[in-house]
């Protein structure tokens, strides 16, 4: 009977030797990255890096952590991929530099879908938001839930409603919210531009507004003088550019790295006219 647990415990052992050496082989990568994305070897100044960690969950590939480059951690999460670009799935945190709590949000396919919390660098909340996506045309509509400042002071009532007056370090913003979207006249002065949007809207709907730059002209938002857009927005097209550059496989093993300018012009219809690609440099 002792020989046949003694057998046991043994087989457990090296089923827990061999569970645990899968384990240990599990990938880990570590990238860094400047500001702007761009990826640098470990030798060269960066300003944060990332580490890439394989998972047992069969929901989502990877866990990701990334650090700035003082060691205080800058974002961490789950991903579906980190090759050619990194494509969240499921929760991501993001930190201040300061190492404060400043956000929470679920991804689908990269794109944030769901409650979104913000806060401010002393933990108050900032704002909570549900974003809802339409991926057949590449929109996304974000509905306000509610809205603080960093006293702690909460502006929405339980209906998503209420007017907010609004002084952080980014900007100063009075309007009102109905439902959970902007209603009448908000004003919105950017600290940092000197820079001035007042902007009428109709339950959420855009109705007229204008833009007041640093030297004092006004720029009218709306009608005719709304710039062309990419369906979807800036987002979109983001998605669309990352998707679909392809980054040669023999230069990413290499790690040789480039620029590429592209100039093209966009027809009133939409069509692309006169492209053309100019030397790296």
């Known amino acids: 009977m002792y020989r046949k647990i003694s057998k046991a415990i043994a087989l457990a052992a090296v089923l827990c030797s061999l569970f645990t050496l899968a384990h240990a082989q599990k990938k880990e990568l ?12 470990s030798k060269k100044p960066y300003d944060y890096k990332r580490i ?4 047992d969950s069969g ?5 990701f952590i990334e650090y700035y480059a003082n060691g205080i951690r800058k ?43 913000q806060f401010y660098r002393n933990g108050t909340l900032k704002e909570v938001a549900n974003i809802k996506r339409n991926p057949a045309e590449h929109l996304s509509y974000t509905q ?38 902007k209603h009448g006249l908000c004003k919105k002065v950017w600290k940092d531009k000197n820079l001035i949007t007042e902007i009428i809207y109709n339950n959420g709907k855009f109705i007229s507004g204008k833009r007041i730059e640093a030297n004092g002209k006004e720029v009218i938002l709306g009608g005719d003088k709304v710039p062309p857009a990419y369906p ?12 679909n ?12 790295e480039g620029r590429v300018v592209v100039g093209f012009v966009v027809d009133k219809d939409g069509s692309i006219e006169a492209n053309n690609i100019n030397p790296s440099w």
């Open 52 to 55: 890439i960690k394989e998972t």
């Open 232 to 243: 979807g927005g800036i987002e979109a097209f983001t998605e669309f550019l990352i998707r």
């Open 245 to 256: 550059l392809k980054y040669p496989e023999e230069a990413r093993k290499k790690r040789i």
């Open 75 to 117: 974002r961490k999460g789950t991903a579906n991929s980190y090759e050619p670009y990194l494509e969240l799935q499921g929760q991501v945190i993001e930190y201040y530099p300061g190492g404060e709590g400043k956000s929470i949000v679920n991804y689908t396919k990269n794109q944030k879908e769901g409650i979104e919390y």
């Open 59 to 63: 929901t989502v590939k990877y866990q």
């Open 30 to 41: 570590v990238f860094y990255f400047k500001n702007d994305g761009t990826e640098v070897s």
């Open 144 to 181: 306000i839930i509610q809205i603080g400042d960093s006293t702690g002071h909460l502006f929405l009532d339980s209906a998503a409603s209420g007017k907010v007056m609004l002084d952080n370090e980014e900007y100063k913003f009075e309007g009102e919210y109905i439902n959970g979207n």
